[in-house]
């Protein structure tokens, strides 16, 4: 259903191999349980919770690149789900912010091309209350409850 394959955005991006309708489970992320204190600086890590962490599993998961008009999100636990529908050989992105929550998260410069690319990357926490009330339903469950107000 997905393949990897060079990215203009990034080294690496995530496909379509065909034509995938909404709702469906496109990749569950796995890899190896870390705390922050155990994530090598640079290395491929998705944040999962306040203190933990999944580290590289060195398939299709740790290639999957952001976008600020993603067309997958989070819907159960670590699987990533179609939000509309795909088509055959369109990259497939989610919203990094949906998983990122670092008080100390400096950001990065996103260059999506979104029409409504926020320019920055930022932690969940960081996101205005419009944006974070947007992404809630696709965030991870950790982020659901956090930062209401
Ligand atoms: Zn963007």
Known sequence: MIYVK??????????????IAPGTVLIVFKGPLLRRAEVEPGSYHLQIGEDLYLGASGEADD???HSCEPNAGFREGLSLC????????????WDYSCAIDEEDF??????CG???CRGVVRSFRHLDRVTRERLRI???PYLRGRHRD
């Open 6 to 19: 060079a990215s203009a955005q990034h080294g690496r991006g995530v496909f379509a191999a065909c034509d």
């Open 63 to 65: 290639y999957v690149n």
């Open 82 to 93: 179609a939000l509309r529908a795909i088509r055959a050989g369109e990259e497939i992105t």
């Open 106 to 111: 400096a950001g990065f410069a996103c260059a």
């Open 114 to 116: 979104a029409p409504a």
């Open 138 to 140: 696709w965030a991870l």
